[in-house]
């Protein structure tokens, strides 16, 4: 068969862009779900925890959970509000659950104290957004955070639709004072970003994180609900159960009995 | 040589002064190596000394790493006791005095490894008893 150079050039190019267009929408095709509403995984681990805000709500003036949390983790008490490090605190339930809260929700409801942590999502936006790896999720779930590369940038902090994560301003250690301190557990340093981590330090060597162990009411339940058999898992399978702004795609791992 | 009584003196000169570190070291008798002071009583490290004297920051790196970001929390044996790869809660259980064991060589050498600035000493420990 005989080909003239026009007609080559011509047949090279069509060749061409058929292949460069169909990258591209194979690609688009595939793409990177960035938006799932149910992830599916196959790990065999997801640690989460069902919150009873009920039994919370019957001891109004309890925080077990929170001194044992901020002891065990060497988290500094700091009262101004732009400054403070928090891991696990109170919230009220009309800030916690806009979208379950009407006007006319009695006060008393609306201000019902909910506990409230990192969230530990599965579909993590702080991960996304941190330009050293010093915040990633582990193939159980957890989102862990390496202060040894924290820089400090606070992207995490803009990206966390939850509040869950504060910032050192203060060297911690200043406010810290000695007796305060728990050897075992590092003190963080000036300039780093901090959150609660599940305790992944206990739950590594088989404890219960020190919030659920804290609780008198038996108010948190913790668990592996990626095991059909899990005490938490038959707790979820019947109930009408919240998570925080569950509409953004993050998936918490944190689920509210109310 | 031209002017070799004026050239050979300069470089002798020159040499003196170039050395400066070393001698005024010597004269002052602090040459000196430092000794790391090691109380205690267990007779294991997790590695023999040599290792441990140029290449505990690898280590610790290392364990580092695979405790924060592989979640290994598994144990290292050393002779026949277990330690956690942990600084606080392993290394500096022995080597607790951190001025006379971790500070003399890095003074020396002039070095300031962050790793205090976040994990504890365990003189925190015995203020907080």
Request: hydrophobic fraction near 35%; charged fraction near 25%.
């Amino acid at each position: 068969m005989q080909i003239n150079r026009k007609e080559f050039l011509k047949k090279a190019g069509i060749a061409g862009a058929s292949l460069i267009a169909g990258g591209v929408l194979y690609s688009l095709f595939k793409g990177d779900d960035i938006i799932t509403a149910v992830v599916e995984s196959s790990a065999q681990t997801k640690w989460a925890m069902l919150i009873d805000v009920k039994k919370c709500a019957g001891k109004p003036d309890c925080s077990a959970c929170m001194t044992a949390c901020h002891k065990g983790h060497n988290v500094p008490a700091i009262d101004d509000i732009r400054r403070e490090i928090k891991w696990i605190w109170k919230a009220d339930f009309g800030n916690v659950f806009p979208e379950h809260t009407s006007e006319y929700m009695d006060v008393a409801v609306r201000s019902q104290k909910v506990i409230v942590a990192c969230n530990q999502c599965d579909n993590p936006p702080c991960v996304r957004v941190c330009p050293v790896g010093a915040t990633w999720k582990r193939a159980d779930g957890i989102v862990m955070m390496d202060h040894h590369r924290c820089i400090g940038c606070r992207y995490c902090m803009a990206a966390c639709p939850y509040g869950s994560r504060s910032f050192n301003w203060k060297d911690p250690r200043k406010i810290l004072s000695g007796n305060d301190i728990r050897v075992e557990y590092p003190v963080r340093t000036k300039g780093v970003v901090e959150k609660c981590n599940f305790c992944a330090e206990r739950i590594d060597v088989g404890e219960m994180p020190l919030c659920v162990e804290a609780c008198s009411e038996g108010a948190i339940l913790f668990g592996n609900v990626a095991d059909p058999e899990s005490d938490i898992r038959r707790a979820l399978a019947g109930k009408y159960v919240l998570r925080r702004k569950a509409e953004l795609g993050t998936n918490p791992e944190i689920y509210y009995l109310v | 040589m031209y002017d070799g009584t004026k050239i050979i003196p300069g470089i002798l000169l020159f040499m003196i002064v170039l050395s400066f570190p070393v001698w005024y070291d010597r004269l002052n008798g602090s040459a000196v190596i430092p000794a790391p002071e090691v109380k205690t009583e267990s007779k294991y490290c997790v590695m023999p000394k040599g290792y441990m004297r140029s290449n505990h920051m690898v280590l610790l790196d290392e364990w580092r790493d695979s405790v924060i970001r592989d979640g290994d929390r598994s144990k290292v044996f050393a002779g026949i006791i277990k330690y956690d790869k942990s600084l606080s809660n392993s290394c500096m259980k022995c080597h607790n005095n951190k001025k006379n064991f971790c500070d003399r060589c890095h003074e020396r050498l002039s070095v300031n490894p962050t790793c205090w600035d976040c994990h504890n000493l365990p003189e925190e420990a015995a203020h907080a008893n």
